[in-house]
């Protein structure tokens, strides 16, 4: 099954940029839906945008038009481009794979296959 490891997290200013990296191994993530999904303690765990195996994508409107999802097949990476990030962007980031009926990130419980997140903090 596919192991996935996120970076590209840290602290950024308001309006600021960063982009995550989700790097997979032990199968091709050109076989899943993909997603990146976010959690703030005591809250529930957010799908923020998913990318289905053939590129078609889906985001929630809380980024549309400031993140970007993308994939390199090649290197086996998912990336998460966000830009103009808010303060309620802060959120541990996670990635997530997996071969659900539908590829949404409406519900986390659709991947069955999770990075151990990456810290991200604007201020």
């Known amino acids: 099954h596919v192991q996935l490891v996120e970076s590209g997290g840290g602290s950024v200013q308001v309006g600021g940029s960063l982009t995550l990296s989700c790097v997979a191994s032990g199968d091709t993530i050109g076989r899943y839906c993909m997603g990146w999904f976010r959690q703030v303690p005591d809250r529930e765990r957010e799908g923020v945008v998913g990318i289905e195996s053939d590129g078609s994508t889906s985001y929630a409107d809380s980024v549309k038009g400031r993140f970007t999802i993308s994939q390199d097949n090649a290197k086996n990476t998912l990336y998460l481009q966000m830009k103009s990030l808010k303060v309620e962007d802060t959120a541990m980031y996670y990635c997530?794979?997996?071969?659900?009926?539908?590829?949404?990130?409406?519900?986390?419980?659709?991947?069955?296959?999770w990075g151990q997140g990456t810290q991200v903090t604007v201020s």
């Open positions: 997530a794979a997996d071969r659900p009926p539908i590829c949404t990130v409406v519900s986390g419980t659709l991947f069955g296959y």
